[in-house]
Nanobody, 119 residues
C-alpha cells in the first residue's frame, strides 16, 4: 500500500506564493510520473502540472510561467511552487503518482490540501 500526503496549502493574498509538497510512502519499488491536480467548487478536477521520473514537465496553460513542478526521487517527493497566485487558483490541490509495487504499477491520490487566494 502507498500513502500520499500533501502539505503546504493555506490562505494567501493575490500575488503571493505557496509551495506544496507531496510525499509518497509505503512498499514502493519506485515512483513513476507524479502530478498535481486541483478542483474548485462546482468544477471538475483538472491537471495543473505533471513531471516524469526523468524530470520532463508539463503545465496547464493557466499556470504556465507562474507554477513550477519539481521532484526529489530519492525522497519520493514532489513539489509545486506557486507564484503570482490569483483568486482563480483557489481550489483543493491533489497529488497523484504512479507507483511501482511488487504487484505492478498502480495509481495513488493524496487527500488534498486547500489553497485559498484572496483578492
Amino acid at each position: 500500500q502507498v500513502q500520499l500526503v500533501e502539505s503546504g496549502g493555506g490562505l494567501v493574498q493575490a500575488g503571493g506564493s505557496l509551495r506544496l509538497s507531496c510525499v509518497a510512502s509505503g512498499s514502493i519499488l519506485s515512483i513513476g510520473a507524479m502530478g498535481w491536480y486541483r478542483q474548485a467548487p462546482g468544477k471538475q478536477r483538472e491537471l495543473v502540472a505533471a513531471i516524469t521520473r526523468g524530470g520532463s514537465t508539463s503545465y496547464a496553460d493557466s499556470v504556465k510561467g507562474r507554477f513550477t513542478i519539481s521532484r526529489d526521487n530519492a525522497k519520493n517527493t514532489a513539489f509545486l511552487q506557486m507564484n503570482s497566485l490569483k483568486p482563480e487558483d483557489t481550489a483543493v490541490y491533489y497529488c497523484k503518482c504512479n507507483a511501482y509495487l511488487v504487484g505492478g504499477l498502480k495509481e495513488y491520490w493524496g487527500q488534498g490540501t486547500q489553497v485559498t487566494v484572496s483578492s
